[in-house]
């Protein structure tokens, strides 16, 4: 039934997007962080002896999938994305889409995500210990991702969750018009000083030994993606649509579902401008960014 099992901490993974893997936590308060992975697992654990306690990591779809079925559990999440959870427009906008996208998205969270609003019942900060019993989980809040994205720290088990900081080869994600490069970065640099013994992701292989090697390595994805873009740039003043279709990224243009990777491509690509602008280093004029010499 797991894939990973320390004291009363295990793991499940499911997490090709739109889903995620899930963190179970088997103690007197039984919990789930993000009940996005495999259905009929999470089900039978809930029919074992219910589930207390549902925590979801951050506002995303694929991390929401099966929160409908624990409506008898108590929803925890952190407050500066409680609104996105309480409102799929809240939740759509924050992918910027285009008019004719916008129903697309909306039908696909609510058809093929199971999107229910749901206002947390808790509203978790920063330092907040989640008591299950035996087990202990610090929140550790990781903005960048999404505002209210959290990091959880099983302190006995020196287990640490890091949800979509996700540690995957192509890097972490900030397209969102709420995510934040520059919080991403001083959010990797936190966890980075936290030591444990295993992390535990929501995508991809899921589960590693607490090495920050890991970390370094996932931060590297960032500045080699400034690299880039800085070398494209040298050869000449772009507008925004040519350092789109670079595709720095994620390569030539594709799709996930109604997930338009252009998008995500256009929305990061604007948070490094916004930061090399912000550092000198490039200059915007009539609609192109030129490199400052
Ligand atoms: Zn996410
Ligand atoms: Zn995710």
Redesign the pocket.
């Known amino acids: 039934m797991y894939d990973f099992q320390k004291g009363s901490v295990r793991f499940i993974r499911g997490g090709r997007y739109p889903h995620s893997h899930t963190v179970v936590i088997d103690d007197e308060r039984r919990a789930l962080i993000d009940a996005a992975s495999d259905k009929e697992k999470l089900l039978a654990f809930d029919r074992e002896r219910p589930v207390d306690l549902l925590i979801t990591s ?1 506002a ?1 779809e ?2 929401l999938m099966f929160n409908h079925l624990f409506a008898h559990a108590q929803f925890l999440a952190h407050e500066a994305d409680a609104e996105a959870f309480g409102n799929s427009r809240t939740l759509v906008l924050q992918y910027a889409p285009s008019e004719e996208e916008h129903p697309v998205w909306e039908e696909f969270l609510i058809r093929d995500c199971n999107f229910v609003p749901r206002y947390p019942d808790r509203l978790l900060k920063d330092g907040d210990l989640i008591d299950f019993g035996h087990t202990q989980a610090q929140v550790i809040h990781t903005p960048g ?2 505002p209210g994205h959290c990091a959880f720290h099983f302190l006995e088990e020196k287990i640490l969750f890091l949800a ?1 900081l996700d540690l995957v080869k192509a890097g972490p ?1 900030y397209a969102d018009v709420t995510s934040s490069l520059n919080d991403t970065i001083r959010s990797l640099e936190r966890i980075r000083s936290i030591e444990v013994e295993t992390f535990l992701t929501s995508h991809g292989k899921g589960i590693y030994d607490g090495d920050p090697a890991h970390i370094d390595r996932y931060l590297e994805t960032i500045s080699c993606r400034e690299a880039s873009l800085l070398e494209f740039l040298s050869t000449g003043p772009k507008t925004l649509a040519e350092i789109v279709a670079r595709g720095i990224i994620y390569g030539p243009p594709k799709s996930i579902g109604a997930w338009d990777l252009s998008l995500s491509e256009k929305g990061m690509m604007i948070k490094h401008l916004e930061r090399l602008t912000g550092s000198d280093m490039l200059l915007m004029e009539n609609g192109r960014y030129h490199v400052i010499e």
Request: net charge negative.
């Open positions: 951050h995303h694929d991390h991702h999404t979509d994600y």
